[in-house]
């Protein structure tokens, strides 16, 4: 079955790290997104790519980094520029009016 | 500016009540609408969206959703509430537009309890 993989479900980062997490998606969508979602905040876009090779800062992009090498793969890096990296993110992908399809998410936790 | 409202933030209701759940929307073009369901811990998970049509849309798990134009909303409903339903629930407005202009826009999100 078609869907999107996110992983690890869990993730712990040191003070300084940069972690990378996984998203990939088998539905041939060509778009993908990235969100961060904190509680009571809803869903705040970090990043989105609408074509291959290509990708646009959302609202919150100070301290993440994406790439977009192959349309199946979105992975979004959390640097160390990011002062308050925990969150619960989300990655989904699209075609074009159809709406999104998400997947299950990655809790990244600073320890 | 484009944007979407769910005014209420938590929202309880009985098992077996009838539930709604109220979004409205500023949107400059004719909009497509989706309602979205999280567990805790867990994706989204799409419930129904309207496209054009009938403007009365049907989902999954009971749902069902009605569109309307003058009021600029899209309001979530079902009829008898279950206590697997308690989720958060997320309304969404976006078009078919290439590049950014297609983006959802997602609102805050309206949290749903159901007391025993």
């Known amino acids: 079955d078609g869907g999107i993989t996110q992983s690890p479900k869990y993730l712990f980062r040191k003070e300084g790290q940069n972690v990378t997490l996984s998203c990939e998606q088998n539905?041939?969508?060509?778009?993908m997104y990235w969100y961060r979602q904190d509680p009571g905040q809803g869903l705040r876009l970090i990043y989105y790519s609408q074509i291959v090779n290509d990708f646009q800062k959302g609202d919150i992009a100070e301290g993440y980094s994406v790439s977009r090498e192959k349309k199946e793969s979105f992975p979004l890096t959390v640097t160390s520029a990011q002062k308050n990296p925990t969150a619960f993110y989300l990655c989904?992908?699209?075609?074009?009016?159809?709406?999104?399809?998400f997947g299950s998410g990655t809790r990244l936790t600073v320890v | 500016a484009q944007s979407v409202t769910q005014p209420d933030i938590h929202i309880t209701v009985s098992e077996g009540a009838s539930l709604e759940l109220r979004c409205n929307y500023s949107?400059?073009?004719?909009?497509?609408l989706f309602w979205y369901v999280q567990s805790p811990g867990q994706g989204l998970q799409l419930l129904l969206k309207y496209f054009s049509g009938d403007t009365l849309v049907q989902g999954i798990k009971g749902f069902e959703a009605e569109f309307k134009r003058s009021q600029s909303s899209f309001n979530l409903r079902k009829p008898s509430v279950h206590w697997s339903d308690a989720a958060e629930y997320f309304c969404a407005v976006g078009a078919r537009y290439g590049g950014s202009q297609g983006n959802l826009i997602f609102g805050k999100g309206t949290k749903l309890s159901v007391k025993p």
């Open positions: 949107y400059g073009a004719t909009p497509y």
């Open positions: 989904a992908s699209s075609q074009q009016g159809f709406g999104y399809t």
């Open positions: 539905l041939n969508h060509d778009a």
